[in-house]
């Protein structure tokens, strides 16, 4: 069972990623992908592990992951795990 400490802090800390992390309700303005992208996923593993040093573990998920291609007006969904609290993000379109 949590302590009152434990929730304040928790609350805290959402508080602290809203005011960070901001994600648009829509993309379409950045919708410039009209032809499949595909992607090496081992080496996107290995450009975020190199980039992203607070990440502890990434998901690539949705329908890319599946098919190693990113459809055209789609994007790439990653989430991601660092050592403070969890975030997703859903990245820009390439």
């Given at each position: 069972m949590s302590s009152?400490?434990?929730d304040?802090?928790?609350e805290a800390a959402m508080e602290d990623c809203k005011k960070?992390?901001?994600m648009p309700?829509?993309?379409h303005h950045i919708d410039t992908?009209?032809?499949p992208v595909a992607f090496d996923l081992e080496r996107?593993?290995?450009a975020l592990?190199?980039?992203l040093t607070d990440v502890l573990f990434a998901y690539v998920h949705g329908s890319a992951a599946h098919t190693g291609v990113v459809a055209p007006h789609s994007d790439l969904d990653i989430?991601?795990?660092d050592d403070h609290l969890m975030i997703t993000h859903t990245s820009t379109k390439r």
């Open positions: 009152r400490a434990d304040k802090r928790s960070n992390f901001v309700l829509s993309k992908n009209t032809h996107l593993g290995y592990e190199s980039e989430a991601l795990l």
